[in-house]
């Protein structure tokens, strides 16, 4: 148990569904951030949260909406999804940026 | 640019087997390293790290150490155990903050 949490851990969707993925750490963290893996291809950095504050967006399609309310937990607004989108996309956090990650489990994405 | 090569896998040992999964990197200025574990149907761990030149980083009998002249920071471990069976990923920190991952080797221990 890493103290990340993410929900739900499996995830089937239409392209046309809209849909929400959570994470929540409760570490006292001050950094979190999206990640997503696809196999045979290396952890894509996505999106970076420090003090609530966005400090980063990879050139993400503007499918994927991350959303930030408060330090302990960060979401990732889905809609209109490819089905090349399916992945694993993965939670974590960190006391400063960049510093030890604490990753959550994950949410295995398929899109149909 | 900046980048982290790894051996591809999967890599398939017996157990009590030794372990050695090489990792090299590219990267301007002095990075810290890092080697995160996957066990299956979780997310990653933080297996052990290493900041400056010559160190080495311990953790679980997983040993690797920061080699700046070969820029390589390969992880090994002596007798393998069943329980070892996961995805390895090699990472490095760069000085502005930046983390980049290799694309992470799978290990297969079989008893």
């Known amino acids: 148990e890493t103290g990340v949490t993410q929900t739900p851990r499996h995830l089937v969707m239409g392209m046309t569904n809209k849909k929400s993925l959570k994470c929540e750490q409760h570490?006292?963290?001050?950094?979190m951030y999206w990640y997503k893996q696809s196999a045979k291809k290396p952890l894509e950095l996505m999106f970076v949260y420090n003090f609530k504050e966005q400090t980063e967006n990879n050139s993400v399609p503007s499918r994927f909406s991350p959303e930030c309310p408060n330090s302990s937990h960060l979401f990732l607004h889905l809609h209109t999804l490819q089905p090349e989108d399916s992945a694993l996309y993965l939670c974590a956090s960190s006391q400063n940026l960049y510093e030890k990650l604490f990753f959550g489990s994950g949410t295995q994405l398929s899109v149909l | 640019g900046d980048s982290v090569t790894q051996m591809e896998g999967p890599v398939t040992l017996s157990e009590e087997a030794f372990l050695t999964i090489n990792c090299t990197y590219t990267a301007t200025g002095y990075p810290s390293l890092f080697w995160y574990v996957q066990y299956p149907g979780e997310g990653l761990q933080l297996l052990l790290k290493?900041?400056?030149?010559?160190d080495k980083g311990s953790n679980k009998g997983f040993e690797a150490t920061y080699r700046k002249e070969t820029t390589s920071f390969h992880l090994e471990k002596g007798s393998v155990q069943v329980s070892d069976s996961a995805v390895y990923f090699c990472a490095l920190l760069l000085r502005d903050d930046k983390i980049i991952f290799g694309k992470g080797t799978r290990l297969h221990i079989l008893p």
């Open positions: 570490l006292g963290h001050n950094a």
């Open positions: 290493a900041t400056k030149a010559d």
